[in-house]
């Protein structure tokens, strides 16, 4: 096995045990195997995501999402309770990204259920995205 596919299956396996500590679900490393594309993680009972892992000394999002966490825990008296959330985009290519720590995700994921009603109706109401 080269180094790199020994790192990669650290990391995936380093992934996986995180979303299981996380999230408290069972997660599944997938071999890439003759060429077929597929997930790096898969989590088991639960469709719908395609988890891809990336493991690098350092990694430029990071870095935001590193002030937001800082920014959050900024209050007059103390953290200020609210989810650090970075939405990012290439200049001129792709849509809008969003980072969050895992960590984070479960509370992420209540909040857009507690605003869903909300949420959809400012789609509804919003004009059409100009074409990029």
């Given at each position: ?6 790192k ?7 992934a ?72 990012s ?20 994921a ?13 789609q ?9």
């Open positions: 096995m080269t180094n790199s596919k020994r990669g299956k650290c990391g995936e396996l380093e996986a045990h995180a979303i299981e500590d996380a999230w408290g679900l069972k997660v599944r490393r997938t071999a890439q195997v003759d060429g077929k594309l597929s997930a790096d993680l898969l989590i088991e009972g639960r469709p719908g995501l395609h988890l891809e892992v990336k493991r690098r000394k350092r990694i430029a999002s990071m870095q935001f999402l590193y002030q937001a966490v800082a920014d959050a825990a900024k209050g007059p008296s103390g953290p200020t309770g609210l989810i650090p959330v970075v939405i985009r290439e200049d001129g290519r792709g849509g809008w990204a969003v980072t969050i720590a895992l960590d984070d995700a479960i509370d992420f209540t909040w857009i259920k507690a605003n869903t009603n909300t949420l959809i109706g400012m509804l109401k919003a004009p059409a995205a100009a074409p990029q």
